[in-house]
């Protein structure tokens, strides 16, 4: 992703630079699509009158030929400081397929829609300790085209300094359109010095398939499957 870039008086994107968002970032081109009339000093400072009569829209261009297309929707404000969203519009594969996204009053896509015209539908609810305006959404359900589903489930864990992290993902259950389990995942938080830390995984039927283990400082330093398949380490010098 481009994590962010510069515009000139013109409209003219820079992503290099000081302006680099990243060796990835400095890869990708971004347009701006449109051009409004005004500056973007211009276009911000009025940006909800000027985003409903012509809506921003930038086009990012990967090297693989593909495109991401993002509009803006969005301004609130934080403090000083105003924060403008920009959502994913559609992508368009190097061979011309697109994949749709759909929003309905929230920042994140309630529809996912293929050229062929496949559709999974998501369903969001508010994080737990977020308000609306922060736009902390948290995953509920993924209806998937085969008519099965996806169901998140999140609890709490509270961190050594006190504070409470309640939307640590605990459950992945897939079901079927007569919400009959179909399978299931289940997500450990076992380390007492990293509670938010994930450390193991659980299938269906309680087996622990994956660990997870972590650094006194909480950097991630072991994974694996059950039984040392995939075995990954990480050593890390003084």
């Not at 013109?10 to 009339?37: F, Y």
């Not at 605990?170 to 938010?196: A, E, F, H, K, M």
Request: contains cysteine.
């Amino acid at each position: 992703s481009v994590s962010h870039f510069c515009l000139s008086s013109t409209w003219e994107v820079s992503n290099t630079g000081s302006c680099s968002g990243g060796d990835r970032a400095n890869r990708l081109k971004v347009q701006v699509l449109g051009i409004p009339s005004v500056t973007p000093s211009t276009y911000f400072r009025n940006f909800s009158t000027y985003s409903t009569a012509n809506p921003l829209e930038f086009v990012v261009l990967e090297p693989s030929g593909r495109k991401m297309y993002f509009k803006g929707h969005q301004q609130d404000l934080f403090g000083d400081f105003p924060t403008y969203y920009f959502t994913i519009d559609r992508i368009v594969a190097p061979g011309g397929s697109e994949t749709r996204f759909e929003y309905d009053n929230l920042s994140m896509p309630s529809r996912i829609i293929s050229s062929g015209g496949r559709v999974v539908t998501l369903h969001w609810n508010l994080a737990d300790g977020a308000d609306p305006i922060s736009q902390d959404y948290v995953i509920s359900k993924i209806d998937l085209p085969d008519s099965t589903s996806l169901n998140y489930i999140y609890e709490g864990s509270s961190t050594p300094a006190g504070s409470v992290n309640s939307n640590l993902l605990v459950n992945v259950i897939r079901t079927d359109n007569q919400n009959n389990v179909l399978w299931s995942r289940g997500y450990l938080y076992d380390d007492p010095d990293n509670p938010i830390g994930l450390t193991g995984i659980v299938d269906s039927s309680g087996q622990v398939i994956s660990n997870y283990e972590y650094a006194p400082n909480g950097d991630a330093r072991l994974s694996e499957r059950t039984g040392g398949i995939e075995r990954y380490e990480v050593v890390s010098k003084e």
